[in-house]
């Protein structure tokens, strides 16, 4: 349910029905914007509609959240973006976030050469991972803790915010020291368990659309997270498997207006993992940022030749700043601000 209060409620009215929800066992989950606050109210429906909420002081109208997502939904904030503040970078509304760095951790060189590069052309996030996902469990599964603590002098050097992925609820406690936002992976998405220790956690939750999810479970996977009182998530595209070969996965472009018109949450696009190839990596950017992503998550490699993982679809640190004034043009053209020497 979601308790609309009149404009001129007070902040003792807004606390009094808080109170009268929480003493049913429900979940409160006030949000204050402009005009109106509104309180959803998660919980058993039958204990919740015998509160009577809308007779209450300062209670404008009672109204259902139709949506099996109720937190992540856009009926919620009344139309309202979510804005996250990243360590001092904002993404959501008119704010636009270019996430760059490596695949995967590799060296300390390759790590720092590249979050020079990505800072100097104005990226506003590092991305990088040090657990990895293989398909193969012979391959290089990721540097683990050392590669955290690479990460982290990056982070240093640079002042960038670091994105990195963590894929098992144990490496929590290290991943959370050098992480200004935890990814969960596509093959993660539904990983309940885990989504619900990162809500716990607090930490900014950036989640990927896993290979064959509906945007209905992508926001459900959310709805996890934003049930443990953690509001700072973002939803990632990154391509979705369909009959097509000819490319490593269709990106699905379509949800980036949907999951607006659906959702407050911020919208990352990854062209990198979607293509699978460089060369399709710079128009797919474009076309995300001109749709209206709040965000572009995309990988870079200092030599991609000789890259462990995901070679072929790394940008080359060449040319990266060229790449990011691109971006940041199509993204003007979807009213975002600058962020390349912001
Ligand atoms: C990644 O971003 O490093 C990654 C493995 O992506 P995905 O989970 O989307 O495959
Ligand atoms: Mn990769």
């Known amino acids: 349910m979601m308790i609309v209060m009149k404009q001129a409620a007070t902040e003792d009215e807004i606390q009094a029905v808080i ?3 929480e003493s049913v066992g429900a979940r409160a989950h006030p949000s204050r914007g402009d005009e109106v606050t509104v309180i959803g109210a998660i919980g058993d429906l039958e204990h919740i509609a015998r509160l009577e909420l809308d007779g209450q002081p300062g209670v404008d109208r009672v109204v259902p959240i139709l949506k099996p997502y109720k937190l992540a939904s856009n009926q919620l ?3 309202e973006r979510t804005v996250l503040d990243i360590a001092g970078r904002k993404i959501g509304g008119e704010h636009f976030a270019l996430i760059a760095g490596p695949c995967t951790v590799e060296s300390r ?7 020079h590069v990505v800072a100097q052309a104005g990226a506003t996030m590092l991305r990088g991972g040090a657990y990895k996902p293989r398909t193969s469990p012979y391959a290089f599964q990721g540097l683990g803790q050392e590669g955290l603590r690479l990460l ?3 982070k240093e050097q640079t002042g960038l915010p670091v994105v990195t992925e963590l894929m098992d609820a144990r490496d ?3 991943v959370l020291e050098v992480a200004d936002v935890v990814q969960i992976g596509a093959r993660n998405m539904q990983n309940y368990a885990l989504l619900s220790e990162v809500g716990r956690s ?6 990927k659309r896993g290979l064959s999810s509906t945007l209905e479970e992508l926001l459900m996977a959310a709805e996890y997270v934003l049930k443990e009182g953690n509001e700072s998530v973002m939803l990632c595209e990154r391509g979705i498997r ?3 070969t000819a490319y490593r996965f269709t990106l699905d472009l379509t949800a980036v207006p949907v999951l607006k018109e659906l959702s407050h949450l911020p919208i990352v696009v990854d062209p990198s993992h979607a293509a699978g190839r460089r ?3 710079e128009p797919l950017s474009l076309a995300a940022a001109a749709a209206g992503a709040d965000g572009i998550i995309v990988e870079v490699h200092p030599d991609p030749e000789n890259a462990i993982c995901d070679g072929p679809q790394q940008l080359r640190t060449d040319g990266f700043a060229e790449y990011a004034a691109r971006v940041q043009a199509a993204a003007a053209v979807a009213g975002k601000a600058a962020f390349v020497g912001a």
């Not at 060189?109 to 979050?115: E, P, R």
């Not at 607090?202 to 989640?207: A, D, E, F, K, Q």
């Open 152 to 154: 982290a002098e990056a």
């Open 109 to 115: 060189d390759q790590t720092l050469t590249t979050a």
């Open 77 to 79: 904030k009344h139309g």
């Open 242 to 244: 369909t009959f097509e």
């Open 19 to 21: 109170e009268r929800i």
């Open 172 to 174: 929590l406690e290290p």
């Open 202 to 207: 607090g930490c900014p939750v950036l989640i």
């Open 279 to 281: 060369d399709l990596v």
